[in-house]
């Protein structure tokens, strides 16, 4: 048989006549799963050696803008010069050129915004958006939780570093009010405010890293989004819940199962600490109260769950129970205990009849 365009072989096979079609299906439902078509061998192998080449093309794209994108930020992440030099030009691409507007406009809009491109706490949060965002490509190849051993490390140390960065931009004052630092750039110093319970409190740098990385400018001109799909990953750099649950967990289940409850102590000071940033002394006592049993009984219900240290984890649940009977979740810890319970207790022994063997 010539060879011929996929397309066009999928046209000749559409077009054939009643006599070269399948048996009519048995139900409807059969009617809607299976195509009206039959195809030879040769037309089956055809079809599957095109896709195969249209298969690499997508692959050999996909990796083409990856690899762009990672050759320019890694670039960016030499100083905070160049990472805004880099912003500039997502910019000004996403934002004026792709919508046909002059230079001028841009130009405009740049001088506008002049004080905040000099900001600290701005300049910062764009060199955490690089870092993340070479961690996020480079993680994409990973399907396997095992394999995150290089990727693993580099995401707890910049995990403390970006939580430091956020605890620096805050102050607390010596009634136990918490304000945002003025560092020098006009965005800073807004006066006594409350936490509210949200993370990290009003730090500018904190919104900036609470936003998914395929959202940034970077991201956007460099259109990353449909290229950034692992599901083994997250997307927020300050997410720490969520960095978590999706890669560190995963990886030191797999690998290294006797080092996952010091992995949730860690998870759980990591949250407490940025929370404690943006919080009055107050705000957090009573966030304290409330969320720490709350992430301490998720700790144990995981480790029970995956048969880690199942002994301990049973009596600290038990104690959280205990030392908490007037928590919001007491009654749902409770019942969830109680199945625990009935789920391991041994069957109970049948007893014989009186003069048996």
Known sequence: MKSTSLLALLAVMLAAPASAQTPPPANEAEASAVPKISLTPGQLDHIMRELEKVEAQ???????????????FKAALASETAAVALYLDCYKLENFERKDLKQTDFMEWRDRNEERLKDDNFTKALLFQLEYLVMTIQAQSIDDPKKLGTVVPALQAFLAKEIVAVQETMKHTASGAVQVKDNGGGKGGRGPRGGGGDLGGASPLAGMLRQSVKSTEFSRAFKLDDHLKSKQWEYSPLNIAGIYSNVIFPYYLAEKP??????????????????????SETEFNILQAEELPRLQWEKDSYLLTNNINAINALADMLKIIQNN??????SRWLEEFKNVIKAVRPPAPVEKPIGSQ
């Open 258 to 279: 006797e080092e996952l409850a010091a992995q949730w102590d860690a998870r759980i000071n990591a949250e407490m600490n940025l929370r404690k940033s943006g919080m």
């Open 325 to 330: 009977p007037s928590h919001p979740d007491a």
């Open 58 to 72: 997508i692959g050999q794209g996909r990796t083409s803008v990856l690899s762009a994108a990672l050759a320019k």
